[in-house]
């Protein structure tokens, strides 16, 4: 248990640390330094961020600072951009990095470089892309194809259909593409009724090809097709797959010349960047795919290089732990002001939250310290309608991260100044509140009448109006201090979505290192896994099981209730 991070002097003091600044208000920090905004901004690789909203000071981030270092954060680094098998519960490396290293430096796993299959995947997922692009790929009747369906789940949906959203001005004009991910027949069905069998190309995900979500979604979608086209050979040119397991592809019936391969080395929500981002290669063409890969690359060298204070992903990550850790924040709210970015809070869930949900140490300690954070969010001008409310008045801490892009991919009159004169006064809200003496000024009520209450010199009519507003004052009070960090870059283009990613993988690295956890394996899916697999076969079989529980009364009485009830 002494090798957890949390017993460390430097842990103690950021303890002690908290305490003082915990009676701070932000506006003060800002009274204190009118430089606060240069001293607490950073602009890399076309993104700025500015971070000075936040409940630190300069003493807080050199302790910080010295927690990474006591966690070994440059060493880890480095082990990380080695292809140093940190990824110790399953015995590998985590190499998203190599998947956009477009130095094409070598790295090695097991003493081979892997460059040379990273480049013959870009190269072939380049042919296929290109071939259905200009028409040259065709469905089995000879039609070219006008839809991609993206069959898979969890890190072989969230990333490339958020980044196919994202990157929509970018799509090519006869192309359209739907992600299939939940095994409820609803998504699937609701798919395919919109579709052409001719015209559709299905791409199967996953890493593991072991997924049931998926499997039994990619089944009926072949079915489906065959019963169509009426024909079994259909298959071949309208199934392509994405995987690490050739065989399990095979025997599903895709040959595995139409299959795109990647490596154990890549873990499932890091894995966008490899052949698992092929709708997205199709959609925007591989060029503009690379593009992504290049801005990722330079977010990895500036992560790689950049003293730890210098550095966005380790300010981000820094900042994050304070608040996990040392604020007892349980939330973060992800705001962006780009509404082609849609779907990046619920890509985040699972960045965030499959990679730092644990507390068990990769020694095998169990922490005494809170990890990671609850992500959610929504496009800021939707939210703002939504759940703001609990951001200005409620009664938790959210940290939450405001992403704004300066011009939006459409130019409509009047559109981007509401955007943007929103997004800056809500952080600015959130920050400063607004407190008693203002909120009195800003609703005009006498100071007289605060403290003595009704009065003969005022009319009746004007003593109701001051006496409803007093009645108001308490609620219409705003405390302030909710600290925001605020991301900026001036459009979204495929390069910069690259940067913008790389930056929150890199940041998700420095919070596990701080915690001194595993953040590429997922264990805690598993359970579930399980038990669903054990509850299958009843479901199959429509059998009541009132006798035999092997389940809790819960379960059983539920899986009763259910059967009793389907239609049959
Ligand atoms: O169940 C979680 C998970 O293992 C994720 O980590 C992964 O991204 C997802 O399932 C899909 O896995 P696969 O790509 O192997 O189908």
Not at 139 to 168: F, Q, W, Y
Not at 195 to 206: M, Y
Request: proline share 4%; hydrophobic share 40%; glycine share 6%.
């Amino acid at each position: 248990m002494d090798n957890l991070i949390s017993h460390c002097a430097t842990w103690a003091a950021l303890i002690a640390h908290q305490k003082n600044l915990a009676q701070v208000h932000l506006r003060d920090l800002f009274a204190l330094d009118s430089q606060r905004f240069e001293h607490f901004s950073i602009q890399t690789s076309g993104l700025l961020l500015d971070y000075s909203k936040n409940r630190i000071t300069s003493e807080t981030l050199t302790l910080l600072q010295q927690l990474a270092t006591e966690a070994k954060l440059q060493e880890w680094i480095v082990r990380l951009f080695q292809g140093e098998k940190i990824n110790n519960t399953e015995q590998r490396a985590a190499l998203h990095i190599a998947l956009r290293n477009r130095s094409n430096r070598p790295i090695q796993v097991n003493g081979k470089d892997i460059m040379p299959e990273v480049n013959a995947v870009l190269a072939k997922m380049r042919r296929f892309s290109d071939a259905v692009r200009n028409g040259e790929w065709r469905g089995s009747t000879g039609k070219t194809i006008e839809s991609i369906v993206n069959i898979g789940i969890g890190g072989s949906d969230l990333g490339p259909a958020m980044v196919t959203r994202a990157l929509k001005a970018y799509h090519h004009p006869r192309l359209r593409c739907y992600f299939v991910s939940n095994v409820d027949a609803a998504h699937l069905g609701e798919t395919l009724a919109e579709l052409d069998p001719e015209t559709t190309l299905f791409i199967i995900a996953s890493k593991t090809f072991t997924t049931q979500e998926t499997l039994i979604n990619a089944q009926s979608a072949r079915q489906w097709l065959i019963n169509k086209l009426g024909n079994e050979k259909a298959v071949a040119k309208h199934f392509v797959a994405i995987s690490t397991a050739t065989e399990k592809v095979s025997e599903f019936g895709i040959d595995p010349v139409n299959m795109f391969e990647f490596w154990d080395w890549v873990g499932g929500r890091y894995s966008l960047w490899s052949a698992i981002g092929l709708p997205i290669a199709v959609m925007i063409s591989q060029d503009n795919f690379e593009q992504l890969l290049d801005g990722a690359h330079e977010l990895d060298k500036h992560f790689e290089t950049a003293p730890l204070l210098k550095n966005m992903p380790v300010l981000m990550g820094l900042i994050d732990v304070w608040y996990s850790s040392f604020f007892g924040a349980t939330t973060q709210a992800i705001l962006p002001y780009d509404y082609t970015l849609a779907l990046f809070p619920a890509y985040l869930q699972q960045l965030v939250m499959e990679s730092l949900g644990k507390r068990i140490t990769r020694d095998g300690n169990r922490v005494d310290y809170p990890t990671g954070p609850i992500v959610w969010g929504a496009p800021g001008n939707n939210g703002q309608h939504a759940f703001y409310q609990l951001l200005h008045q409620g009664t938790h801490l959210v940290p939450a991260d405001f992403i704004i892009a300066i011009e939006s991919q459409h130019n409509l009159q009047g559109h981007q100044e509401a955007v943007l004169s929103n997004a800056l006064a809500q952080s600015h809200a959130l920050m400063m509140g607004r407190n008693t003496e203002e909120t009195q000024s800003a609703l005009d009520i006498p100071p007289h009448f605060l403290q003595n209450g009704a009065n003969k010199s005022l009319s009746k009519e004007k003593n109701e109006k001051f006496k409803a507003l007093t009645e108001q004052l308490p609620h219409r009070v705003f405390l302030g201090n909710q600290p925001t960090n605020t991301l900026v870059y001036k459009k979204l283009t495929p390069y910069i979505l690259g940067t913008l990613l790389a930056l929150y993988e890199h940041k998700v690295f420095v919070q596990s290192v701080c915690w001194g956890i595993n953040p590429f394996d997922q264990w805690g899916v598993e359970l579930g896994k399980q038990v669903a697999s054990t509850l299958l076969p009843t479901l199959q079989a429509d059998q009541e099981k009132t006798t035999h529980r092997r389940h809790d009364p819960s379960t059983e009485g539920l899986l009763n209730y259910i059967i009793k009830r389907r239609t049959k």
